[in-house]
């Protein structure tokens, strides 16, 4: 799956934002991120054996490759590019085996023929290597080598002699359209600088060729056929991009039918869970997205990795199906973006911790934890409430209602230690013009418990104090007769849950 880097939120989309950290996720990275560089190049490579000749040999051989290689991104910023090679193949990606290109033959004299077909590696080719030292050199090889002797018998080529009779001229093919095997691999070895920083728009992408190469292809090849200087011309040139990407995360936690432990969640990669499965994905900077049983999310990429004084996060999520978690790192800061399909406007959070749930009818149920939520609608003032509180909204038409209803389902993804206060037991006695009501209430620990009245939208009373776990009394103020809305937050660390309630002054 091809990486992407950083993105603009356009105006259609409907974008979950989470700014601001103080949240500790349900588990941390404790290694280093991999990081993804792509090295993809095209060139073309010429040789004619025998050239100003009565039998002459030529070979175009059309070169392109894609070598994918891991690396390890440090909190700092630094990335650390391991020496593959035979020592540790592991580190070339999976499926990422360069594909070499294409040969044309041409012979002609005694022999003739007209042959083209694909250019094998030799056997027991060693795999590209990529490396970095402490100076930001970076140096990266593609194709190790060529098989110049059609050891592996993959290199087919038919013709005929001067009598009309069939003659195999595979080896013939192999060996010219080869012929740049002994210079392999520092003519396709690329070595570029990069700055400390090269990724902190989530993607460094550079442009190389082979004046990058470590070494020149020489202009004759008569050497290795023992020709007269001049009859056996060869040049290569070739071009291509080294491409170093963030993966949206790496799956930490895994159970029932989900990706393993370990699996690299690259961008535009959608993950899955089963009936009885959910899945946790760490993200570069320690934040942990939680899936739910039959849930599915795609990923969109990550900006990430500053200097702490300018750190910018910034989180591409698509809940396609489900619900999900997410709790923000305070290591480093940063704003994390959760990304919903809608037209005219989004809906966020400002904070560290939420969940959310695609419903039946297409609705996006988001719930806040902590921080702040915002809905905002194209044409219309940005609408913000609070932790504890949450907003159903309709990505298809902008249209949003305010509410406290938390799916039981969202709730159980929250580990324990992210959890606020349950708050229940909310009632108010006294409800009378001109007498002070009591507001009774239960907590499952101490917390901060914040009391809100409204009527309308005029807020008329609001007032916070601490209490104790269990059972738990407030005497507010005297109220005139009408209606109201009264909402109880109750906060410990940050974390809110909120009971609300419509009652009558009489």
Same mark, same amino acid.
């Given at each position: ?240 991009? &080294?491409?170093? $990407?963030?993966?949206?995360? %790496?799956?930490?936690?895994? /159970?029932? *039918?989900? =990706? #393993? ?107 806040? &934890?902590?921080? $702040?939520?915002?809905?905002? %609608?194209?044409?219309?003032? /940005?609408? *913000?409430? =609070? #932790? ?119």
């Amino acid at each position: 799956m091809k990486a992407v880097g950083s993105w603009a939120v356009s105006p259609l989309l409907a974008v979950i934002v989470l700014a601001g950290v103080s949240a500790t996720p349900a588990s941390a990275a404790t290694a280093p991120l991999k990081v993804v560089m792509e090295f993809d190049g095209t060139g073309t490579f010429s040789a004619t054996n025998g050239a100003q000749t009565d039998s002459p040999e030529h070979s175009d051989v059309a070169l392109k490759w894609t070598t994918t290689y891991a690396g390890d991104l440090q909190p700092d910023g630094s990335i650390t590019f391991t020496a593959t090679g035979p020592g540790a193949p592991t580190e070339v990606l999976p499926g990422s085996a360069p594909t070499d290109g294409t040969y044309h033959f041409t012979s002609s004299g005694l022999n003739t023929a007209d042959c083209s077909g694909s250019l094998p590696a030799a056997p027991g080719a060693s795999d590209p290597v990529a490396t970095l030292d402490s100076n930001g050199t970076l140096t990266v090889q593609s194709i190790t080598s060529a098989d110049q002797n059609n050891e592996t018998g993959l290199v087919n080529c038919q013709g005929t002699d001067m009598f009309g009779n069939a003659v195999d001229l595979s080896a013939d093919a192999a060996n010219l359209s080869g012929t740049f095997a002994p210079s392999l691999p520092d003519i396709l070895t690329a070595r570029i600088s990069v700055p400390p920083d090269a990724i902190k728009n989530g993607t460094f992408t550079k442009a190389v060729s082979s004046s990058d190469a470590l070494a020149q292809l020489p202009g004759s090849c008569a050497d290795q056929f023992g020709e007269p200087e001049g009859q056996c011309p060869m040049s290569l040139t070739w071009s291509g991009t &080294i491409k170093i $990407t963030v993966p949206c995360g %790496v799956v930490d936690f895994s /159970e029932g *039918d989900a =990706p #393993a432990v370990g699996t690299l969640i690259n961008p535009g990669d959608i993950v899955s869970t089963g009936a009885k499965s959910r899945v946790e994905i760490t993200l570069p900077d320690g934040a942990v997205y939680r899936l739910g049983p039959n849930s599915k999310l795609q990923c969109n990429g990550q900006t990430t990795f500053t200097p702490p004084s300018e750190h910018h996060i910034s989180d591409s999520f698509k809940l396609l199906l489900g619900n999900m978690w997410a709790g923000i790192s305070d290591a480093l800061g940063g704003d994390h973006q959760f990304e919903q399909p809608g037209p005219v406007g989004g809906t966020g959070v400002r904070g560290s911790a939420f969940t959310a749930s695609l419903q039946h009818n297409g609705d996006i149920l988001l719930h806040v &934890i902590q921080g $702040t939520g915002f809905i905002t %609608v194209k044409g219309k003032p /940005e609408h *913000d409430f =609070p #932790a504890g509180e949450g907003i159903r909204f309709d990505p298809g038409s902008g249209a949003y209602t305010a509410t406290n209803v938390w799916p039981a389902a969202d709730q159980a993804l929250v580990p324990p230690a992210q959890r606020p206060p349950k708050l229940t037991k909310v009632r108010l006695v006294g409800t009378r013009a001109g007498k002070r009501p009591t507001l009774h209430f239960t907590l499952s620990e101490k917390a901060s418990v914040t009391v809100q009245i409204q009527r309308g939208s005029h807020r008329v009373l609001k007032r916070t104090t601490s209490a104790r776990r269990g059972a738990g009394s407030l005497r507010l103020s005297a109220l005139h007769r009408g209606r109201y809305t009264l909402t109880v937050f109750a906060t410990v660390n940050k974390r809110s849950v909120a009971v609300q309630k419509s009652f009558r002054v009489t």
